[in-house]
């Protein structure tokens, strides 16, 4: 076969070398612009893991890149002057020129042909190949060329960075963030060989224009970053080789192959540097469309088999890559708001994908001083003691919101179960709740239970609106509160345009075939076409309900339920208020947020006024409705703050449900990123749902301070005794009912 490489980075190299070898009759040929000698930036780093993809791919490459490398498993964070070492985490950082060296070396001894300073302009380059692969890095000309096939998108992320050199071998992988008077820099350093190491630099572009280094040469550049990093540089000089400043793409593409052409590498792909992955998929890409090429002898049967091989890990690379990148962008929101261990247990874990379990078997001692620090914190705002050592692993600490103690940060969520007959719940409500807060939950929510008939979503929700729901709702929290050391909360809410419908399971939003009640919202909008359209609320409207929102309270507050949550949230009546999608009043109560917001905190004020001053209020709140012109994060954080100063006691952060026509990002800890804002911007404490399920999801969310308390929904479906069996992998005690004692003596097998 006749195959024409574009571009002589890592991915041309790698995959002449391992097309040579699979068939040496193979004519290869790779077109590199630059000469041999010249390359840009310093090092490349790789995983322990990605080497071992390398040796079975080309055991001889692989024996010279391990030759060449430096290797590391530390990880160095300096944070506020202070310096915080991780450790168990298996890099190796080689110098890119060096990789480029051991790469053209085993291409040319294997017969490939290489041209450098051969710039490729035109189609004719490749004449005649049977396959050209488009190897030509981020800025790859042929993409361009025939972008209507390949559909490529660029994301140029916010942020500044220039990739510089340094003489200072850094002992670890080296992480630092330092404030000037201009604002906060992160570096990123490595070594990569026996003296030097890569040096990048990382800002805000505000920060970047701030200190005049958008008109910097680069030799000012270096010098201005000499001076600022004279100390964790400790004397050494800073090198430069086309050092320019740059805002880095995101590079995805529709289509990775066209007839006979396909994208390798960079140019297909990128994922941002702070997870290091560049070099390691651009060769991975290359070791699959060897593989494919190999296995089916038709070319363009081969470049389909190697996409759809190589798309599903590359986008998983970049999910994690994305959460990483954001984190960078965002590292003011943690800088100075979180402790010097939390802080460093926030970067480590920044993609999602490191977890409390995955970095104690990396670093368990620093796992300790965390879950330490976490324990101790925890003890001093509860007023209660926890175990001395070891410490607890974070969901077993507890938490105190007014006089209410937690004994845990594990919620069961509000779940609808349309099973109340008139608003009032029964023995269905009794088994759910009181199975679950068995099950070891440290708070258990009730459904989302309306304060008047006409603000039920459906004739089997529950409610608080008549004299005899105090009592079957008391009845309910008095087996949690006998059988279980678990909270219960309840969820008050009115369903506004969303009301009148059916039971989930015989159509979800769907309005009810008969027997319909008439509706009211923020605005005369209907939630489906075919949905009723409410009424306008007005100000005797706004009246009523308020005052169906305060009694209802004060009949929670005889129920004795623990806490009180509002819920804003999901598009129902409060939230309809607080959606610009949903809300078109022209009136006092629409237009701008503090508008959008006027009524529900006249709720809040009304509801907060008659619930003990003991009890702690929650609010649900969609944090986005993940819709073009609605509600965004900012505003949610805006909302929040107003809540936290009308006297709300934690938000718990859920996300859309306000339009049908949403269209949500799900996927794991979905939510938990604004949750993560909301509790640090606002400064409030949050509860996170959406997605949790696992305990060390769990751990991990908490000790990296993204939330207060974690909330599971259908986890708790599925498994009532989610707490109980997370504390038995913990190895956490955790008192059973006395009816249940003999448990002790049982050891479950198949977990
Ligand atoms: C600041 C920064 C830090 C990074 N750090 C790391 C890291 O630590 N680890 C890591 O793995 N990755 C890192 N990367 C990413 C890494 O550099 C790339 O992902 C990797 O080089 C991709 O390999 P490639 O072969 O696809 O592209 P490239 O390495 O860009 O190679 C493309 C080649 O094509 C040539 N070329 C382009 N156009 C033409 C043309 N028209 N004619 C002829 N030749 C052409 C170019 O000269 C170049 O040699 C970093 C990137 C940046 C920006
Ligand atoms: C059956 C069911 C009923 C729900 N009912 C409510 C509710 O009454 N109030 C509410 O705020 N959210 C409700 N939700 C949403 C959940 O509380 C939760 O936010 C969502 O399911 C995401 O969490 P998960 O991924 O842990 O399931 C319900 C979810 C389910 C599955």
Redesign the pocket.
Known sequence: MKIVS???????LYFAILMKKADSAHEITV????RADDTF?F????SDATLDNFREADPESHAAITQAFAHWDDIDIHYQGQGLTSTGHGFSGMS?QTLLDILQRRAAALGVTLRFS????EPAAWAGADLVVA???????VRLRYAAHFQPAIDWRRNR?V?LGTTCPFPAFTFIFKESEHGLWRVHAYRYDARDS?F?VETTEATWRRAGLDEASEDETAAFVEVLFARELDGHPVLKNRSLWRA?PTVRNTRWHHGNMVL????AH?AH?SI???????MEDAIALAGALGEHREVTRALAAYEAERRPQVEATQRAAQTSLEWFEQAERYHGRLEPAQFAFSLLTRSLRVTHENLRARDAKLVATVDRWFADKASQQSGRPVAAAPPPPPMFTPLRLRELVLANRVVVSPMCQYSAEDGTPNDWHLVHLGSRAVGGAGLVMTEMTDVTREGRISPGCTGMYKPEHVGAWKRVVDFVHGASGAAIGIQLAHAGRKGSTRRLWEGIDEPLPDGNWPLIAASPLPYFPHSQVPREMNRADMDDVRGAFARAASMAAQADFDLLELHFAHGYLLASFISPLTNRRKDAYGGALMNRLRFPLEVFDAVRAVWPAEKPISVRLSATDWKAGGLEPAEAVQTARELKAHGCDIIDVSAGNTVPDQEPEYGRLFQTPFSDRIRLEAGIPTMTVGAVASYSDVNSILAAGRADLCVLARAHLYDPYWTRHAAFEQGVDLPWPDQYVSVKTFTPRDR
């Open positions: 574009v571009g002589g980075g890592p991915a041309g077109l590199e612009r630059n930036g090092g490349v780093v790789f890119r051969t710039e490729v302009a190897a030509d890095g981020v800025n790859s000309s960075f990739w890569t990048i880095f390798l590498g960079d140019a990128t540097f290091g992955s560049g070099t390691k998929l651009a």
